[in-house]
């Protein structure tokens, strides 16, 4: 069963990086047929899509957030990870990190983890 | 970039049928899938594309499309099915992905 899991800090301040990481395991990251997410959701609200990462490196970010976000992947760890800059309190809420099927559907998803920004 | 939009709340009686729509022009060319989120859970996803559900679903949820609308039906909903559902389709680049904003179920 394939599992994904997010980790990184809780807490980060105002105009820093959020970063974090998702390992995957029960599945291969290099999979021809899934991309790799982050989406997130504010305390409240709903689901906003950050950004997919491709195996290969090929990476489609969000408009909104496009020119703060990275993502990459490192196929040797089984890992994707998730850069954001200058961040806001805007930028406080559930990080979930989840598998994409190249028709769009997310059908795995990591538990999710809180981050705080905090001024 | 393209839009989503569902009804904020629905409800409906327990062991009836209810519809959770969502509707955008992007969903004239483009299935939705639908999420189920209960508090404190990670969404999973319980309908996709044309109807398909995942498996460990159960049958009584279905989907369906018409124009630029897309359903979710629950036919004879549980107690169990009180939770936010999410719709998510392609943006108008085919590689983005979009959101609608949630509809919470209450089960009366």
């Known amino acids: 069963q394939l599992q994904l899991q997010e980790s990184g800090p809780g807490l980060v301040k105002s105009s820093e990086t959020l970063s974090l990481i998702c390992t995957v395991s029960?599945?291969?990251?290099?999979?021809?047929?899934?991309?790799w997410d982050w989406i997130r959701q504010p305390p409240g609200k709903g689901l906003e899509w950050i950004g997919s990462v491709y195996y290969s490196g090929s990476t489609y970010y969000n408009p909104s957030l496009k020119s703060r976000v990275t993502i990459s992947v490192d196929t040797s760890k089984n890992q994707f990870s998730l850069r954001l800059n200058s961040v806001t309190a805007a930028d406080t809420a559930v990080y979930y990190c989840?598998?994409?099927?190249?028709?769009?559907?997310?059908?795995?998803w990591g538990q999710g983890t809180l981050v705080t920004v905090s001024s | 970039s393209s839009e989503l939009t569902q009804d904020p709340a629905v409800s409906v009686a327990l062991g009836q049928t209810v519809r959770i729509t969502c509707q955008g022009d992007i969903l004239r060319g483009y299935y939705a899938g639908w999420y189920q989120q209960k508090p404190g859970q990670a969404p999973i996803l319980v309908i996709y594309?044309?109807?398909n559900r995942p498996s460990g679903i159960p049958d009584r949820f279905s989907g369906s499309a018409s124009g630029n609308t897309a359903s979710l039906t629950i036919t004879g909903a549980q107690a169990e099915d009180e939770a936010d559902y999410y719709c998510?389709?392609?943006?108008?680049?085919?590689?983005?992905?979009?959101f609608g904003g949630g509809t919470k179920l209450t089960v009366l």
């Open positions: 029960g599945g291969s990251i290099s999979s021809s047929v899934h991309y």
């Open positions: 989840a598998r994409q099927r190249v028709d769009i559907f997310v059908d795995y």
């Open positions: 998510n389709s392609r943006d108008s680049h085919p590689n983005h992905v979009i």
């Open positions: 594309g044309q109807n």
